[in-house]
């Protein structure tokens, strides 16, 4: 037995740093090509009034061939790195919240951090579908907290067209492609609040890969797995827990409604984001991220897709304090306060 043991003292040292997280920089990529309903609809025996009406999205963006999801990822990341004037060699982690990187291993999050010129950063890939990308900065806070970083990337990027059935009427208008980034690193103060998060494994089967792997590889005949949902169970599930989960986050963060400046919901469905702001009484002080209009349902990158674009338009400013809040697939959810670059 070691002195340190005998005599109780610790074997190990511990991490610790005092430090608050903070976002430090946000980036996007918008593929080139939009896509207006019309494009979508003879397939599945639509009209561009009823995708409006029912889900607010007008038009979406579809990646080219050579629109890949690390080819997203670096422009996004490259993007969110300038806006925090953080060169790529300081990230020490790089976390890619991803369901559309169509290799079961390696992660993508290597491959990207190498293009980016990243110096042998951690690298990782998580899973947690349209929620990912605030799972992603909850673990990036507690790691730049914790010590175990300095700057994290995270990046929040689908090429959901690659799962898509185009012709199933209750996902080929919604889901689209893009990716988010943000840079999170030290700060003298918190500007990232505690995260209230959760899953629900009961409703496991709601959106999810149609044929698991094994289906694919036993079929006599070849299939391609798609992305299938139950739109209407998905619609009440969000509509009426999400503005408790996102009230509950700004409890946690010391703060009510009154205090908000931007309110960025996950671009699932624009008459989802407007009953949790009708839910949660947000005042008409709190600009609200309607992205989904132009972008779709892009999936772990919408959240940050629909920040940037609240930069776009005017609408939000360093300082704000922002709600971020994501849910999807799992189903699986993650709320945060966080104060914007
Ligand atoms: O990102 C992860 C989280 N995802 C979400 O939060 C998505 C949540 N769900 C939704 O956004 C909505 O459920 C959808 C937009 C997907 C669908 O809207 P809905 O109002 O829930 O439609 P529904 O599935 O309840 O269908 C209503 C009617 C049905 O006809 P009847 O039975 O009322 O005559 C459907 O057959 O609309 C019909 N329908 C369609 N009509 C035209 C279903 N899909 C379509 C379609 N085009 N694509």
């Not at 889900?55 to 670096?74: L, N």
């Not at 300082?319 to 994501?326: C, F, P, R, T, Y």
Request: hydrophobic share 45%.
């Amino acid at each position: 037995m070691s002195q340190a043991a005998a005599t109780g003292a610790p074997r190990v040292l511990a991490t610790t740093t005092g430090t608050h997280a903070r976002i430090l920089g946000i980036g996007a990529y918008r593929p080139r090509r939009l896509v207006p309903n019309s494009e979508v609809v003879d397939a599945i025996d639509s009209s561009d009034e009823w995708i409006q009406q029912r889900s607010g999205i007008r038009t979406r963006r579809f990646a080219e061939p050579d629109e890949s999801v690390q080819m997203m990822s670096v422009a996004a990341a490259r993007e969110a790195l300038a806006h925090a004037r953080i060169d790529a060699r300081q990230i020490d982690a790089v976390v890619v919240a991803t369901v559309s990187h169509l290799m079961q291993t390696p992660a993508i999050a290597p491959a990207i951090a190498t293009e980016l010129g990243c110096e042998e950063p951690a690298a990782f890939d998580i899973s947690a579908a349209c929620a990912g990308f605030s799972h992603g900065v909850t673990l990036a806070a507690d790691m730049v907290r914790g010590g175990s970083a300095r700057h994290v990337l995270v990046i929040g990027v689908e090429r959901l067209t690659d799962i898509l059935d185009a012709t199933d009427r209750g996902t080929a208008f919604i889901f689209a492609d893009g990716a988010g980034a943000a840079v999170v690193g030290p700060s003298e103060v918190p500007a990232i609040g505690p995260v209230v998060w959760g899953s629900d494994g009961e409703q496991f089967d709601l959106i999810r890969q149609r044929e698991d792997w094994r289906d694919v590889m036993a079929s006599p005949t070849p299939i391609t797995p798609h992305l299938t949902m139950q739109g209407a169970a998905v619609f009440r599930w969000a509509s009426f827990t999400m503005a408790k989960i996102g009230l509950q986050a700004l409890d946690r963060a010391g703060i009510t409604v009154d205090d908000l400046d931007c309110f960025v919901p996950h671009q699932a469905n624009m008459r989802i984001t407007d009953a949790m702001a009708r839910a949660m009484k947000l005042p008409d002080s709190v600009r609200i991220a309607r992205d989904v209009a132009d972008q779709g349902n892009t999936s772990a990158a919408s959240v940050p897709l629909a920040l940037a674009r609240l930069y776009e338009d005017g609408d939000a400013r360093s300082g704000d304090v922002a709600l971020l809040i994501a849910f999807g697939a799992g189903l699986a959810y993650a709320a945060q306060v966080v104060v914007l670059p």
